[in-house]
Nanobody
Framework: QVQLVESGGGLVQPGGSLRVSCAVS????????MGWYRQAPGKQRELVAC????????NYADSVKGRFTISRDNAKNTLYLQMNSLKSEDTAVYYC???????????WGQGTQVTVSS
């Protein structure tokens, strides 16, 4: 059974930085494209960053391009998202799941709340 456990969220001021993590178990992590999604209040969940299984290919939503960096440690089965120059519109619950053409796993994690506010 796939388990996705996100952590590292919090309250940060505009312009600040934060790194969130996702520990993955129950699958061969190194073979999956993995991504970060977010859902803001009243909005649909959106994919903000996707990373290939090798870590060599990335794709970012225009809204975060140049500010966010996705990475992975296949030895630790962990996915990361480094978020810099945060804006109030980045406030959302952040989730990890499969991406890159793969259907996201049915069981989402609890997510981690990121709040950007002064």
């Amino acid at each position: 059974q796939v388990q996705l456990v996100e952590s590292g969220g919090g309250l940060v001021q505009p312009g600040g930085s934060l790194r969130v993590s996702c520990a993955v178990s129950g699958l061969t992590f190194r073979t999956y494209y993995m991504g970060w999604y977010r859902q803001a209040p009243g909005k649909q969940r959106e994919l903000v960053a996707c990373l290939s299984s090798s870590g060599l290919w990335t794709n970012y939503a225009d809204s975060v391009k140049g500010r966010f960096t996705i990475s992975r440690d296949n030895a630790k089965n962990t996915l990361y998202l480094q978020m810099n120059s945060l804006k109030s519109e980045d406030t959302a619950v952040y989730y990890c799941n499969a991406c890159g053409g793969a259907t996201p796993f049915a069981s989402w994690g609890q997510g981690t709340q990121v709040t950007v506010s002064s």
